[in-house]
Nanobody, 113 residues
């Protein structure tokens, strides 16, 4: 069974940075692509970023140039470095393994002055 544990969220001022982490277990991490999603209050969960097993990345337009997804296969962990944060980035952030059906508890990111 896939288990995912996100961490690293918090309260940050606009323009600030955070690095989210997601530790995965129950899968062959190195061969799986990984996604980050987010869900803002009162809205649906939406896709944010993606990294393939080989390290190729893709981003939703709203975070391009500000967010960077990366992975450490030795630690079974995927990261999301978030820079120049904006109030509209406020959400609960989740990592996800495509096709697994599993979600972690998420980590709250709040961008506010």
């Amino acid at each position: 069974q896939v288990q995912l544990m996100e961490s690293g969220g918090g309260l940050v001022q606009p323009g600030g940075s955070l690095r989210l982490s997601c530790a995965a277990s129950g899968i062959s991490f190195s061969i799986n692509p990984m996604h980050w999603y987010r869900q803002a209050p009162g809205k649906q969960r939406v896709w944010v970023a993606y990294i393939t097993s080989g390290g190729s990345t893709m981003y939703v337009d709203s975070v391009k140039g500000r967010f960077a997804i990366s992975r450490d296969n030795a630690k079974n962990t995927v990261y999301l470095q978030m820079n120049n944060l904006k109030p509209e980035d406020t959400a609960v952030y989740y990592c996800h393994v495509p096709g697994s059906g599993s979600w972690g508890q998420g980590t709250q990111v709040t961008v506010s002055s």
